[in-house]
T-cell receptor
Framework: QKEVEQDPGPLSVPEGAIVSLNCTYS??????FMWYRQYSRKGPELLMY????GNKEDGRFTAQVDKSSKYISLFIRDSQPSDSATYLC???????????FGTGTSLTVIP | DVKVTQSSRYLVKRTGEKVFLECVQD?????MFWYRQDPGLGLRLIYF???????EKGDIPEGYSVSREKKERFSLILESASTNQTSMYLC????????????FGSGTQLSVL
């Protein structure tokens, strides 16, 4: 079983839609949770991060962590064509130097 | 803002060539990482370094080596390039103790013919 599972999509939505992206994980030691956005042929860009459980909001983006279910989500409100990218989840524990990534979900927002 | 700079965006090499990929970060980060990214496989860790001259193997170190002579620079070396090393290579860095922020470079798309 992979440490982190992410539905690869692709996901295609109309402009203005609410988008939900999700990852599940198996290691209960994970405490730090990150979302990256990666445009085509570019490196991943850190979008949001949270520590432990709870929600975090930044503009149109909301990150949620449910440690009891080992499930994290990224919600995008009022999606824009510029949100079209691949979204990667990543996580790590308090110890060690390894980061664990999902394989990414490809999102297209249609004008 | 943290800047992680990879020396080449695109690189084409021949089988058997020795290949150097360079990465420089400007924020005095202790930790530096090399990943490769392949469709359907996601990011896989090749090597990481937590200090100058220190290195540790990641999940797929075979066929690669690294060098970290200065804190800001981390080099990935393909000793004898093979076609199965055609991939997107991503360098990343993070500050020791700040675990939620891992910053990436723009990537190097390497093609080995």
């Amino acid at each position: 079983q992979k440490e982190v599972e992410q539905d690869p999509g692709p996901l295609s939505v109309p402009e203005g839609a609410i988008v939900s992206l999700n990852c599940t994980y198996s290691n209960s030691a994970f405490q730090y949770f990150m979302w990256y956005r990666q445009y085509s042929r570019k490196g991943p860009e850190l979008l949001m991060y949270t520590y432990s459980s709870g929600n975090k909001e930044d503009g149109r983006f909301t990150a949620q962590v449910d440690k009891s279910s080992k499930y994290i989500s990224l919600f995008i409100r009022d999606s824009q064509p510029s949100d079209s990218a691949t979204y990667l989840c990543a996580m790590t524990s308090n110890t060690g130097n390894q980061f664990y990534f999902g394989t990414g979900t490809s999102l297209t927002v249609i004008p | 803002d943290v800047k992680v700079t990879q020396s080449s965006r695109y690189l084409v090499k021949r089988t058997g060539e020795k290949v150097f990929l360079e990465c420089v970060q400007d924020m005095d980060h202790e930790n530096m990482f090399w990943y490769r990214q392949d469709p359907g496989l996601g990011l896989r860790l090749i090597y990481f370094s937590y200090d100058v001259k220190m290195k540790e193997k990641g999940d797929i170190p075979e066929g690669y080596s690294v060098s970290r002579e200065k804190k800001e620079r981390f080099s990935l070396i393909l000793e004898s390039a093979s076609t199965n090393q055609t991939s997107m290579y991503l360098c990343a860095s993070s500050l020791e103790g700040i675990r939620e922020k891992l910053f990436f470079g723009s990537g190097t798309q390497l093609s080995v013919l």
